[in-house]
């Protein structure tokens, strides 16, 4: 029993050390998720094309538009969670751009609707949310901008550098950088932070407008072919479960490493 107490207590303390790399693992304030990765990435980052919008958007977190048929549905992956053994808490989102901004709408199946934090860059990467990342310079995927969103709408953004691989709070992730003209709205179906019953879900309706990034050497607007890199995640919440669109070949949950975000390409076809 004295060994087993002993091994407990040296297994113990390598996990100790392995918390303690958490500022190289998650950015500012990210409780650092324990969870292994249980699948193998895929061998090729995903690709998208955003198709140009062929109808009015109303943003109003209703996935509803008929513009929104015209998107593919972008369905998440779950690297560091068995979903054969625990039922999937899905996302689909989509986008669609215009002359003027990107639209992005998430469509979260959720249990357990879980989001407080109503403050402009508060910690909502620790409660549902959804994330939008951007890197609109083909040239330089480095540079990228993150937009989390939680239940209640509430936006966390930033820009981040060094492809955010540096997690010293305040180095590679820059939550003072504020966007512009981002409209945001959410709905749900469930009662929010009560988690004695079942939820059913919530959306989060986006639109961005492209002059946020107009000094990042990206082409702004973007033209019709044009790359960018670009990720979508979602926080876990309460019982919930980290999940991506491009795997980030993270060992555990992290999302910051925009050397593996996904290709998004902005469509050719007039609508
Ligand atoms: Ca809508
Ligand atoms: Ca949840
Ligand atoms: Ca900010």
Redesign the pocket.
């Given at each position: 029993m004295r060994t087993l107490l002993i091994l407990g207590v040296l297994v113990l303390g390598t996990l100790g050390s392995s918390t303690a790399q958490r500022p190289q693992d998650t950015p500012a304030g990210v409780p650092t998720p324990t969870s292994p990765r249980i699948q193998d990435p895929p061998a090729d980052v995903p690709t998208y094309v955003i198709p140009r919008r062929p109808g009015p958007i109303e943003i109003d977190g209703r996935a509803d538009d008929e513009a929104w048929n015209a998107a593919d549905p972008i369905e998440f992956t779950f690297p560091w969670n068995d979903v054969t053994l625990e039922e999937p808490q899905t996302t689909i989102a989509r986008l669609l751009y215009d002359d003027e901004a990107l639209y992005v709408v998430f469509e979260c199946v959720d249990p357990y609707l879980d989001s407080q934090v109503t403050e402009?860059?508060g910690p909502v990467y620790e409660e549902d949310s959804v994330g939008l990342f951007l890197a609109p310079n083909p040239h330089d995927t480095s540079v990228y901008f993150g937009f989390e969103m939680n239940i209640l709408g509430t936006?966390?953004?930033?820009v981040a550098y060094d492809g955010g691989e540096v997690r010293t709070p305040g180095e590679s992730i820059r939550?003072?950088?504020?966007?512009e003209g981002v409209e945001i709205e959410t709905t749900y179906e469930g009662t929010l932070n009560d988690h004695s019953d079942i939820d059913e879900g919530w959306v989060v309706e986006a639109r961005i407008p492209f002059h946020n990034f107009r000094h990042y050497g990206a082409r702004i607007p973007p033209q019709p072919g044009d790359l960018w890199h670009i990720n979508l995640i979602r926080n876990a919440g309460y019982k919930g479960q980290f999940s991506l669109w491009s795997d980030t070949r993270a060992e555990r949950p992290s999302f910051h490493h925009s050397a593996w975000f996904g290709i998004a390409s902005f469509s050719f076809r007039v609508p």
């Open positions: 402009r860059d936006l966390l953004d930033y939550y003072e950088w504020r966007s």
